[in-house]
């Protein structure tokens, strides 16, 4: 296998929703660097026994990448393994411009990001005719600034399914910004902590109460907060598989 490096999404938690790819990748790297804060170990059981790792939870951008540049120059192959799915709040691209200043091959495997897992956590459709056709993926204003255009609030008046990354220790903040924007007090809400793994849970609640029973219940992080009426139990049914409704592989009834 050639020198380069992998950006592998690892999956939300559960070992066995990495892909088959990404697994494969792993098993066959020489470095592995991954996110050890948030990645499940166990993807890492079917490595080399020669294979070195490393835990990026300890090492800053220039620590990863004092590794991952002579590792590749020396001819071996590095898997960057990410939690979920690298494109969302992974922090690959600024390694992918350093590797680029050096001229080292690089590819990403997607994985299975916890905004799908948390939903599939609840048995929801984010995607509900007549409730809502859209999913917006953000997240509270912290440490990171977002976009003056990305406010919350500003977000929030789409009245979309909208999946909040890295927020829930912010939930009191959230909940006020969401009902400021036009959110009924009764819209459902569900807060869903380490989806996939052993220990997950999940929470219901609405705008109104949603910051109370976080509270009650010590969830300060490492949870997906997911916000809208697709969580509810009223929606129309889709046209695909409507009897009377003509496909490009079946002709509707009269």
């Not at 690959?92 to 590797?99: P, S």
């Not at 007549?130 to 993926?137: E, K």
């Not at 989806?195 to 010590?218: D, H, L, R, S």
Request: glycine letters at 8%.
């Amino acid at each position: 296998m050639a020198a380069m490096v992998h950006f592998i999404g690892a999956g939300p938690g559960d070992p066995e929703l990495i892909t088959i790819k990404g697994q494969r990748l792993i098993e066959e790297a020489d470095v592995i660097i991954f996110a050890g804060s948030l990645v499940n170990p166990a993807v890492l059981d079917k490595r080399r026994k020669d294979a070195v790792v490393y835990d990026s939870a300890y090492m800053s951008l220039d620590e990863v990448m004092d590794v991952t540049i002579p590792a590749v120059k020396a001819g071996k192959t590095v898997a960057r393994v990410h939690t979920g799915d690298p494109s969302i709040y992974g922090a690959i691209r600024e390694q992918m411009v350093r590797l680029d200043a050096e001229n080292i091959e690089y590819d990403v495997i997607p994985g299975v990001s916890s905004f799908c897992a948390s939903a599939a956590a609840c048995k929801k459709e984010f995607t509900l005719p007549s409730v809502s056709q859209t999913v917006i993926i953000t997240r509270m204003e912290g440490r990171t600034p977002v976009p003056p255009k990305e406010k919350l609030i500003d977000l929030a008046k789409h009245h979309a399914s909208m999946c909040i990354f890295l927020s829930v220790g912010f939930m009191d903040e959230l909940t006020k910004t969401l009902m400021e924007a036009g959110y009924e007090p009764d819209t459902p809400m569900a807060v869903v902590y380490r989806a996939t793994w052993p220990e997950q849970k999940i929470f219901y609640g609405t705008c109104a109460t949603m910051a109370q029973i976080v509270k009650e219940n010590n969830i300060t992080r490492q949870a997906m907060t997911l916000v809208g009426g697709f969580l509810g139990d009223e929606f129309e049914l889709s046209k695909l598989y409507d009897s009377h409704f003509t496909t490009g592989y079946r002709k509707g009834k009269d």
